[in-house]
């Protein structure tokens, strides 16, 4: 049985393309290099705030203490916190920092993988995937103190690709650990699930019996995940835990205070507006024709645009780990609109009109 187990590795190994191995490379590469100037930037003191340390603090308090109240906020406010907390036990801070630079380059495999169903060109797949390490809000996850919204983009990105090969159970896990990384971000893996749930409501096309029954028991439960989250981090006064803002309506949450909303809209208009045209520069070449990973990017638009909170406006939008928020499905987005010239020779030769083809052909 041994035998038969190193000869299946051996030959998965073989197989191996040369587009795969340069992406295996990239990421390994990729999180070596972070992880040394994480690791540099820790002992050498030039940390500048107190993320790593507050949350290294709260992961020893879950594992050490057994405080009820404490416990339930924090399941509503981070599960993953709980889940994973016996990773601060291998070796603190330093450890954690290293966990994250390479939870956020394997996102570059899964997207590998994705590109291979989707585009079905090795060398292409190859290439949008190598662009996710060097798309530059990136670096802001990977300098930026360790969070457990570092995780989001590796368990939303896996969770999608075991759902499109038909590994609906694990999927469901991933996406759950995707959401859990921190209150809201449940709202993502609700509004894919909640989108299969209403073509399955509508009769949009024929949907297999294991597809329904995903869409529908996920949207009843990451729906009542997203509810329950929301008492427990909104009322954490119930719970005697310190409270996170001065009200039950979350603004202080989302650093959404004192002004109006015309107030925000117009405020920092332009650094808002620059923020959008450089987050989206890169993809702008590639005609949208499904639009539905754009929606996903309305949550960080709605941020950025109701407040003026720092970290999530150019200049400093590429300097912290919000960008989890976005990236995903903005790589989502691009695996869903390109074509690859013999895939569009396909849409050319169905089209009548010749005014529809010169669209294509400029677009």
């Given amino acids: ?36 100037i994480s690791l540099l930037r820790y002992y050498s003191m030039m940390d500048s705030v107190f993320d790593s340390g507050i949350i290294s603090l709260t992961l020893g308090y879950i594992l050490h203490y ?53 585009i079905k060109d090795n060398i292409s797949s190859m ?56 209150f809201p971000f449940m709202v993502f893996p609700f509004l894919f699930v909640f989108l299969i749930f209403s073509k399955v409501i509508l ?54 205070l004192g002004y109006s909303f015309l107030d925000y809209l117009t405020q920092n208009i ?12 890169p993809f702008l070449y590639i005609p949208i024709r499904k639009f539905k990973w754009l929606i996903f990017t309305f949550p960080y638009l709605a941020l950025l645009f109701l407040n003026n909170y720092g970290p999530y406006i150019y200049p400093y939008f590429n300097h912290y780990i919000y960008s989890t928020l976005y990236i995903p499905f903005l790589f989502l987005l691009i695996l869903d609109n390109i074509k690859l010239p013999e895939q569009n020779n396909e849409i050319f030769e169905q089209k009548k009109s010749s005014i529809k083809k010169i669209f294509y052909i400029l677009t």
């Fill in 127 to 182: 290439l949008i995937s190598l662009s996710y390490l060097i798309y530059f809000p990136l670096a802001g996850a990977f300098y930026f103190d360790y969070h457990f919204q570092s995780f989001f983009i590796m368990f939303f990105l896996l969770g999608i690709y075991l759902f499109e090969t038909r590994h609906y159970k694990l999927s469901t896990l991933s996406l759950f650990l995707a959401g859990s990384v921190r």
């Fill in 203 to 256: 009769n949009k096309g024929e949907i297999e019996d294991r597809v329904k029954k995903f869409a529908i028991l996920n949207t009843l439960l990451m729906g009542g995940i997203l509810i329950i989250s929301y008492f427990l981090v909104s009322d954490s006064y119930f719970l005697n835990v310190q409270k996170v803002h001065s009200s039950s309506s979350l603004t202080g949450y989302f650093h959404i």
């Fill in 66 to 118: 057994t405080n009820i109240p404490y416990l339930m906020y924090m399941s509503g406010f981070s599960l993953d916190r709980i889940l994973f907390s016996p990773l601060i036990l291998i070796d603190g801070i330093p450890a954690m920092l290293v966990i994250q630079e390479i939870t956020l380059s394997i996102p570059a495999y899964i997207i590998f993988k994705l590109a291979q169903m989707k």
């Fill in 270 to 281: 332009e650094n808002k507006i620059l923020t959008i045209v450089l987050i989206f520069s």
């Fill in 1 to 36: 049985m041994r035998f038969e187990f190193r000869r299946e590795i051996a030959l998965r190994i073989r197989n191996i393309s040369y587009p795969e191995l340069a992406v295996i490379i990239g990421v390994i590469l990729n999180s070596l290099m972070w992880s040394v």
